[in-house]
């Protein structure tokens, strides 16, 4: 790919996926994730770059495929089906738009709907079945044209968490089925994770990371990857085996040379009340700023009174564990940093 201009705001993307992969564009909002699936699907013209499918050019910056000219399957957010139409006339709408007669794309529609497992509802409408239903006949449109390229938008994020979850696996097993490239957009990690087997970290239109789900997860880089992974994230400077992390005590041995990034996740930040009898480099005073209730732990915010000593962090404290007067805005508490859990990694 390349860049893609949209007001003030440039996208600039190095994407490559190979045949059978899926690849999730994951990203906070308005970091150009939807400019990067329309400008895939002939929607908005790249600026500088190319895109190639197979030996096709579909856009070279000057010239430029139209949506209806590229092999491209789009599954939109909110499936966009005809409500006038069955499903079975939903799915075989591509097809027919392709140059099908209308047996053979009503054919090849049944057979589409019965591999998502709807069959029976060939003759439903749009409004009579579940959001997770429309999501699989949007699927089916989509892949019942045989695209050489496969978008999805958002997938996911209209049903409920329940159903969200057996449609999850669902498409992944549709997805692996596919033979071609497949791209992913969404906000969502989980549906990353589970349905792509590379994530790219988008923010502010630039590429923060990229790796296997795996990769982005255990070694985020970047605030906003380390708050969706719920982990607490800090920089730091390692020098003859001695990892120092931001300006503070808290040290731990390290292997690494020169900038890292760390992680700790809050289960290994001890809260309590009182002093240590035997003070620690790792143990520090702190203010709690900020407080959230997890469904089994409050998560503290908490802010170390010198900051020369400690780290601002979130700490977790079980709800069984829970002593009076730690879990308050204000309250002035010790915090103890587990060293064996600090996770450090070259910057
Ligand atoms: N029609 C438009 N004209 C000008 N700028 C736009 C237009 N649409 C989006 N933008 C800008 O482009 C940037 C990227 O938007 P985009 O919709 O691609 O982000 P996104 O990652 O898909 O976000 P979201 O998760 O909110 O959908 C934003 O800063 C947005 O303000």
């Given at each position: 790919m390349g860049t893609v201009k949209r007001g003030s705001f440039t996208l600039n993307l190095d994407l490559e996926v190979a045949a059978g992969e899926t690849v999730a564009l994951l990203g906070p909002n308005g970091a150009g994730k939807s400019t990067a699936l329309h400008t895939l699907a002939g929607l908005l013209p790249l600026a500088t770059g190319s895109i190639r499918l197979g030996t096709e050019t579909l856009d070279d910056g000057t010239r430029r495929r139209s949506p209806d000219q590229r092999r491209v399957g789009v599954v939109f957010q909110d499936y966009l089906?005809?409500?006038?139409?069955?499903l079975l006339e939903n799915v075989a709408f591509g097809l027919r738009a392709r140059g099908s007669t209308k047996t053979a794309a009503r054919r090849r529609a049944a057979d589409w709907l019965r591999r998502v497992g709807l069959g029976s509802r060939a003759q439903a409408r749009p409004s009579e079945v579940s959001g997770g239903q429309a999501q699989r006949v949007a699927l089916a449109r989509a892949l019942a044209s045989e695209p050489d390229l496969l978008l999805l938008d958002e997938p996911l994020a209209a049903v409920d968490a329940g159903t969200r979850l057996r449609l999850r696996s669902d498409l992944r097993a549709q997805l692996r089925s596919f033979a071609g490239p497949a791209v992913l957009i969404t906000h969502d990690l989980a549906d990353a994770m589970v349905l792509a087997d590379r994530i790219i970290v988008l923010e502010n239109g630039e590429t923060v990371q990229s790796g296997s789900p795996r990769q982005v997860t255990t070694e985020p880089r970047s605030p906003y990857m380390a708050s969706l992974v719920g982990v607490n994230i800090f920089t730091g400077l390692a020098r003859k085996g001695r990892l120092s992390i931001g300006?503070?005590?808290?040290t731990a041995r390290t292997d690494l040379d020169g900038r890292t990034l760390i992680t700790l996740p809050p289960t290994a930040a001890q809260v309590r009340r009182d002093a240590p009898e035997i003070p620690a480099h790792n143990i520090y005073p702190a203010r709690v700023v900020g407080l959230e209730e997890h469904y089994e732990a409050v998560r503290l915010r908490v802010s170390p009174i010198d900051p020369d000593q400690g780290l601002e962090l979130f700490a977790d404290v079980p709800i069984t564990e829970l002593i009076d007067g730690v879990a308050e805005l204000g309250a002035r508490v010790w915090v103890e940093v587990d060293q064996t859990q600090l996770h450090a990694y070259p910057f």
């Amino acid at each position: 790919m390349g860049t893609v201009k949209r007001g003030s705001f440039t996208l600039n993307l190095d994407l490559e996926v190979a045949a059978g992969e899926t690849v999730a564009l994951l990203g906070p909002n308005g970091a150009g994730k939807s400019t990067a699936l329309h400008t895939l699907a002939g929607l908005l013209p790249l600026a500088t770059g190319s895109i190639r499918l197979g030996t096709e050019t579909l856009d070279d910056g000057t010239r430029r495929r139209s949506p209806d000219q590229r092999r491209v399957g789009v599954v939109f957010q909110d499936y966009l089906l005809f409500p006038h139409l069955s499903l079975l006339e939903n799915v075989a709408f591509g097809l027919r738009a392709r140059g099908s007669t209308k047996t053979a794309a009503r054919r090849r529609a049944a057979d589409w709907l019965r591999r998502v497992g709807l069959g029976s509802r060939a003759q439903a409408r749009p409004s009579e079945v579940s959001g997770g239903q429309a999501q699989r006949v949007a699927l089916a449109r989509a892949l019942a044209s045989e695209p050489d390229l496969l978008l999805l938008d958002e997938p996911l994020a209209a049903v409920d968490a329940g159903t969200r979850l057996r449609l999850r696996s669902d498409l992944r097993a549709q997805l692996r089925s596919f033979a071609g490239p497949a791209v992913l957009i969404t906000h969502d990690l989980a549906d990353a994770m589970v349905l792509a087997d590379r994530i790219i970290v988008l923010e502010n239109g630039e590429t923060v990371q990229s790796g296997s789900p795996r990769q982005v997860t255990t070694e985020p880089r970047s605030p906003y990857m380390a708050s969706l992974v719920g982990v607490n994230i800090f920089t730091g400077l390692a020098r003859k085996g001695r990892l120092s992390i931001g300006h503070s005590k808290v040290t731990a041995r390290t292997d690494l040379d020169g900038r890292t990034l760390i992680t700790l996740p809050p289960t290994a930040a001890q809260v309590r009340r009182d002093a240590p009898e035997i003070p620690a480099h790792n143990i520090y005073p702190a203010r709690v700023v900020g407080l959230e209730e997890h469904y089994e732990a409050v998560r503290l915010r908490v802010s170390p009174i010198d900051p020369d000593q400690g780290l601002e962090l979130f700490a977790d404290v079980p709800i069984t564990e829970l002593i009076d007067g730690v879990a308050e805005l204000g309250a002035r508490v010790w915090v103890e940093v587990d060293q064996t859990q600090l996770h450090a990694y070259p910057f």
